[in-house]
């Protein structure tokens, strides 16, 4: 069951003509931000680009590294960049909390969520319970950490006793390591990678998973603001479409779409990242709804229970409903969006 298409007042904006590309002719530029480094969970939109995928769509692609999901919303909204994609909780937060910026989930292709928080498998946290009074690290536009008081309220455990150190990205994992934070927070592909690359492996690693405390949380999503969608339809239309593409052919060819990230990214280790994109396919992406009803398949009884955890794990009263966030007016028809090895 997906959500209507009327919702957002965009139904005129399909009327528009599509941008119409002879020969020669340049194509339209989209500003375009992934939500963290290149890696291989979005390295699929390289990948795409590479293929052309974009292109045949009719649009002409930069694709930009982000610098974590609770920021993507203030770039977007800002207007440093057109399109992005983003954990939607965070993009959940940021509406709710300034409902003028005009902020609209164009599509959701993270069926499950990643967020989760982390900590040392010999170590004295093995419950929700247990962060009370423990010290976590994670950057502030984490989304992990955004989200962290829904995860409290829902766990049932006081998050005000938590403690947290304000980190660089690129300290978080090392902070745990080192034994100078007890737990960190952030999506598993990030950080169960990142630890495993500093030499603590997946057994070393007790992940507690927001989503198995009562937050049936979705996950990533594409993100633009309602204006730059009524104004350019065809646009986020081709991005949706190019990046569904894109998707599709890095799940049916994984190893293909690693080697795009290498190309595009000298430095990329292949083995840690192919493994990254493996546990956001199985753990994120491939679940037996998609299977099903393929990607985006937004219900929107589980969207509303999402909503409604965000909004009350800040202290506000519940207001927001799925239309006013997300519309499905951009998305392929659905045969167009199974996900298939």
């Given at each position: 069951?997906?959500?209507?298409?009327?919702?957002?007042?965009?139904?005129?904006?399909?009327?528009?003509?599509?941008?119409?590309?002879?020969?020669?002719?340049?194509?339209?530029?989209?500003?375009?931000?992934?939500?963290?480094?290149?890696?291989?969970?979005?390295?699929?939109?390289?990948?795409?680009?590479?293929?052309?995928?974009?292109?045949?769509?009719?649009?002409?692609?930069?694709?930009?590294?982000?610098?974590?999901?609770?920021?993507?919303?203030?770039?977007?909204?800002?207007?440093?960049?057109?399109?992005?994609?983003?954990?939607?909780?965070?993009?959940?937060?940021?509406?709710?909390?300034?409902?003028?910026?005009?902020?609209?989930?164009?599509?959701?292709?993270?069926?499950?969520?990643?967020?989760?928080?982390?900590?040392?498998?010999?170590?004295?946290?093995?419950?929700?319970?247990?962060?009370?009074?423990?010290?976590?690290?994670?950057?502030?536009?984490?989304?992990?950490?955004?989200?962290?008081?829904?995860?409290?309220?829902?766990?049932?455990?006081?998050?005000?006793?938590?403690?947290?150190?304000?980190?660089?990205?690129?300290?978080?994992?090392?902070?745990?390591?080192?034994?100078?934070?007890?737990?960190?927070?952030?999506?598993?592909?990030?950080?169960?990678?990142?630890?495993?690359?500093?030499?603590?492996?997946?057994?070393?690693?007790?992940?507690?998973?927001?989503?198995?405390?009562?937050?049936?949380?979705?996950?990533?999503?594409?993100?633009?603001?309602?204006?730059?969608?009524?104004?350019?339809?065809?646009?986020?239309?081709?991005?949706?479409?190019?990046?569904?593409?894109?998707?599709q052919a890095a799940y049916a060819d994984p190893a293909a779409c690693i080697a795009g990230l290498k190309a595009a990214e000298p430095l990329t280790d292949v083995a840690i990242e192919a493994e990254r994109q493996m546990v956001s396919f199985r753990e994120q992406i491939a679940s037996d709804h998609v299977t099903a009803h393929g990607l985006s398949a937004?219900?929107?009884?589980?969207?509303?229970?999402?909503?409604?955890?965000?909004?009350?794990?800040?202290?506000?009263?519940?207001?927001?409903k799925p239309e006013d966030v997300y519309t499905d007016a951009y998305l392929p028809p659905a045969a167009e969006r199974r996900l298939t090895a």
């Open positions: 069951m997906t959500l209507s298409r009327r919702t957002l007042g965009l139904a005129g904006a399909s009327l528009l003509a599509a941008p119409r590309i002879g020969i020669g002719q340049t194509l339209p530029r989209v500003k375009y931000q992934v939500d963290w480094a290149f890696q291989g969970p979005n390295a699929f939109m390289l990948y795409g680009r590479q293929r052309g995928f974009f292109r045949e769509a009719g649009i002409d692609i930069q694709i930009d590294r982000g610098f974590g999901s609770g920021r993507v919303p203030i770039d977007v909204a800002g207007g440093a960049y057109e399109i992005a994609q983003a954990d939607i909780n965070p993009v959940i937060k940021f509406i709710a909390e300034n409902p003028n910026a005009g902020l609209v989930v164009v599509g959701v292709f993270g069926d499950r969520s990643l967020l989760c928080a982390t900590v040392r498998a010999d170590g004295p946290i093995r419950t929700p319970k247990d962060f009370e009074g423990k010290t976590l690290a994670a950057p502030d536009s984490d989304a992990g950490r955004q989200i962290f008081p829904a995860f409290a309220r829902a766990a049932g455990f006081d998050a005000s006793k938590v403690n947290w150190l304000t980190v660089r990205p690129e300290l978080r994992e090392p902070m745990l390591v080192q034994g100078r934070a007890e737990g960190i927070t952030g999506a598993a592909t990030s950080t169960g990678m990142s630890l495993k690359a500093l030499g603590m492996d997946w057994p070393q690693q007790r992940i507690l998973w927001y989503r198995d405390y009562g937050l049936p949380l979705y996950g990533t999503c594409w993100l633009t603001t309602k204006d730059y969608a009524a104004r350019n339809p065809e646009l986020v239309r081709a991005v949706v479409k190019g990046g569904i593409r894109s998707l937004v219900d929107p009884a589980r969207f509303q229970l999402g909503l409604a955890a965000v909004e009350e794990a800040y202290g506000m009263t519940p207001k927001l």
